[in-house]
T-cell receptor
Framework: NAGVTQTPKFQVLKTGQSMTLQCAQD?????MSWYRQDPGMGLRLIHY???????DQGEVPNGYNVSRSTTEDFPLRLLSAAPSQTSVYFC????????????FGNGTRLTVT | QQQVKQSPQSLIVQKGGISIINCAYE??????FPWYQQFPGKGPALLIA?????SEKKEGRFTISFNKSAKQFSLHIMDSQPGDSATYFC???????????FGAGTRLTVKP
C-alpha cells in the first residue's frame, strides 16, 4: 500500500505566489489533516477534515485553505505565500475510533523567498 | 505557548546505553500520550502510546513512564542502537486527533 502520498517533495515560491500541496491516501481513512513542522516548534495542526465535505481549522490556519471533495484527497492551498510559511508540511490520516494512529506522508519542504 | 514541553532538544548516547526523553503537559484534559519517531526525509510514525490509567508501558526496548500527578511522561530506550538515531516527538491529546499537541522534538544520535 502507498499509504499517504504527498506531492511535490520540494517547492520554492516567491512571496505572493500561490500553490497547492497535494495529499492522497489509499487507506479509506475519514480523518485527514495538515501539519507544519518548524525547528523548535514540533508539529502544529493547520486544518483537518473528518470526512468528505467537512473541514475545520486547527491551531495555525491563517494563510491556508483546504477542501475535501473525496475521501482520498485533501489538498492544502496557499493563496499568497509569505516567508513565514517556509516550513515542512506533512499530511496525515487516521482510521476510525478514538486516538487512532496518525499515518503521515513524507512531507513537502516549502521555501518562500 | 507550547502545551507540551519536551527536553532535551538533542541527545547523544553510546551504543548500548539508555536514552531518556522527558515531556511535561499542562492540560489536565489530555488522556492519550503517544510518541512518534521520525527519520530524516520521512514523516513521523507512531512508536508507542500510553493512557493515564497505567504508570508504565513497555514494548520491546521502548518504555513510557507516566506520572499523572506531576503531569509528566518520558520515553526510555534501553540498549540504544545506531538505528534508533532519529527525532522523537512526544504528544498529548484528548479523545480526538484534532486537538493533539506535539512537543518540539528531540534529535537522538546513538554513536556506534
Amino acid at each position: 500500500n502507498a499509504g499517504v502520498t504527498q506531492t511535490p517533495k520540494f517547492q520554492v515560491l516567491k512571496t505572493g505566489q500561490s500553490m497547492t500541496l497535494q495529499c492522497a491516501q489509499d487507506m479509506n481513512h475519514e480523518y485527514m489533516s495538515w501539519y507544519r513542522q518548524d525547528p523548535g516548534m514540533g508539529l502544529r495542526l493547520i486544518h483537518y477534515s473528518v470526512g468528505a465535505g467537512i473541514t475545520d481549522q486547527g491551531e495555525v490556519p491563517n494563510g491556508y485553505n483546504v477542501s475535501r471533495s473525496t475521501t482520498e484527497d485533501f489538498p492544502l492551498r496557499l493563496l499568497s505565500a509569505a516567508p513565514s510559511q517556509t516550513s515542512v508540511y506533512f499530511c496525515a490520516s487516521s482510521g476510525p475510533g478514538t486516538n487512532s494512529p496518525l499515518h503521515f506522508g513524507n512531507g513537502t519542504r516549502l521555501t518562500v523567498t | 505557548q507550547q502545551q507540551v514541553k519536551q527536553s532535551p532538544q538533542s541527545l547523544i548516547v553510546q551504543k548500548g546505553g539508555i536514552s531518556i526523553i522527558n515531556c511535561a503537559y499542562e492540560n489536565t484534559a489530555f488522556d492519550y500520550f503517544p510518541w512518534y519517531q521520525q527519520f530524516p526525509g520521512k514523516g513521523p510514525a507512531l512508536l508507542i502510546a500510553i493512557r493515564p490509567d497505567v504508570s508504565e508501558k513497555k514494548e520491546g526496548r521502548f518504555t513510557i513512564s507516566f506520572n499523572k500527578s506531576a503531569k509528566q511522561f518520558s520515553l526510555h530506550i534501553m540498549d540504544s542502537q545506531p538505528g534508533d538515531s532519529a527525532t522523537y516527538f512526544c504528544a498529548a491529546s484528548t479523545l480526538n486527533n484534532n486537538d493533539m499537541r506535539f512537543g518540539a522534538g528531540t534529535r537522538l544520535t546513538v554513536k556506534p
